[in-house]
Each structure stands twice: as structure tokens, then as C-alpha cells.
T-cell receptor, first 116, second 113 residues
Framework: AQKITQTQPGMFVQEKEAVTLDCTYD???????LFWYKQPSSGEMIFLIY??????QNATEGRYSLNFQKARKSANLVISASQLGDSAMYFC?????????????FGKGTKLTVNP | KAGVTQTPRYLIKTRGQQVTLSCSPI?????VSWYQQTPGQGLQFLFE???????NKGNFPGRFSGRQFSNSRSEMNVSTLELGDSALYLC????????????FGSGTRLTVV
């Protein structure tokens, strides 16, 4: 079974600074996908960024970038120029293929607080 | 285009009752997955439906069931509610093919008293 580990229960960052949220994963599948989602207090899961296991370059989406180190099985999320609105829970997830069906396996999440 | 719509947003039920939650996916998406989120267990996969067929089921008791209609809307049902069923229930919509992304709804927050 696949597993996602997020070792930082909480992180604090000053507004306008960059922050890195850690994610390590464990899988024996050669093909997999990694996602990062943001969950504000309202509850909705907001898609941020995706990295496929065969992608040659690290994914980037605006202020979000993914530091993908395949050999180390890590997929850390980097948020540049933090904003107050970035305060939320952040979840790393892996797509698990189960015989034609897929599901997401989530980490426990990291609560990010951006201070003014 | 419209996002994933979950109704109701909040629900309070009594132990022993049953509840039905609804999820309308993005137009054109044929796959709907359900997840339960609790402080203790985190996000756990409940089941996935594709073209009205359940393709996958997580490790939950038979009290948890679901279905999908021909318009891809999905419902999940929990019978004989227990206090531990209190959670945020999220549904995710997808095109269904390998490698496609998932769009989540805002969730239904169920409280069992």
C-alpha cells in the first residue's frame, strides 16, 4: 500500500517570505502522481499543483512549485511570497491505481500560519 | 463552469438515524469519489463511482453505501448513525481516466449527537 508522510503538523511564516512544506511518499509503483491541496477553514479542498512520476521538470503553478526528488521519494511544496490568505491546512496526496479505479491517499496535513 | 456541489453543507443527526448526502460533479465528469475527514483518522477513501457502477470501496462498514445516477450525480447514505460518523464528507469529481485531476466540493459537515 502507498503511504504519504507529512512530518510538520504546523508551520509559521512571515508574510512575503517563502515556505517549504515537506512530503515524503512510499510506493512500489513506477507510475504515480502526486498532488497538493489547500484546505481553508471553510472545508473545501483546493487543488494547487500536480507532479507525475515521469515528468522531467518540477511542476510550477504561479507562487507554488513542487521540489520533486524522485530518488529520495520526496515532493515538497514551496510557496513563494506568502500571503495572509495562504493560512490553511495543506495536504499532500498520491494517486493509487487499483485495477482500473483510482483513489487518493492523503497525508495528515500541515497547518500553515502566515503572520503579518 | 460550475464546480462540484455538495448538499447539504451542514447536518445534525441523532444516533441511530440515517442520512443521505448528495454530490453533483462537474459537467462531463463521470467519476465521483467520496472521502471522510475526521481529526483522528484524517482523510479516508470511502468509495468511487463511475458510470453508475461502484468501482472501488474503502475499508468502511456496510452502513456506508452509495450510488450514482445516469447524470453522474452521486449520493452516499449512512444508516444507523454512530457518534464516530461525525465528520466532514467530501466528494471529488474527475473525468475518470488515469492521470486526470480531482476537483473537490466544499463538503458536508455531519454532526451526530
Amino acid at each position: 500500500a502507498q503511504k504519504i508522510t507529512q512530518t510538520q503538523p504546523g508551520m509559521f511564516v512571515q508574510e512575503k517570505e517563502a515556505v517549504t512544506l515537506d512530503c515524503t511518499y512510499d510506493t512500489s509503483d513506477p507510475s504515480y502522481g502526486l498532488f497538493w491541496y489547500k484546505q481553508p477553514s471553510s472545508g473545501e479542498m483546493i487543488f494547487l499543483i500536480y507532479q507525475g512520476s515521469y515528468d522531467q521538470q518540477n511542476a510550477t503553478e504561479g507562487r507554488y512549485s513542487l521540489n520533486f526528488q524522485k530518488a529520495r521519494k520526496s515532493a515538497n511544496l514551496v510557496i513563494s511570497a506568502s500571503q495572509l490568505g495562504d493560512s490553511a491546512m495543506y495536504f499532500c496526496a498520491m494517486r493509487e491505481d487499483q485495477g482500473g479505479s483510482e483513489k487518493l491517499v492523503f497525508g495528515k496535513g500541515t497547518k500553515l500560519t502566515v503572520n503579518p | 463552469k460550475a464546480g462540484v456541489t455538495q448538499t447539504p453543507r451542514y447536518l445534525i443527526k441523532t444516533r441511530g438515524q440515517q442520512v443521505t448526502l448528495s454530490c453533483s460533479p462537474i459537467s462531463g465528469h463521470r467519476s465521483v469519489s467520496w472521502y471522510q475527514q475526521t481529526p483522528g483518522q484524517g482523510l479516508q477513501f470511502l468509495f468511487e463511482y463511475f458510470s453508475e457502477t461502484q468501482r472501488n470501496k474503502g475499508n468502511f462498514p456496510g452502513r456506508f453505501s452509495g450510488r450514482q445516477f445516469s447524470n453522474s450525480r452521486s449520493e452516499m447514505n449512512v444508516s444507523t448513525l454512530e457518534l464516530g460518523d461525525s465528520a466532514l464528507y467530501l466528494c471529488a469529481s474527475s473525468l475518470g481516466g488515469t492521470g486526470n485531476g480531482y476537483t473537490f466540493g466544499s463538503g458536508t459537515r455531519l454532526t451526530v449527537v
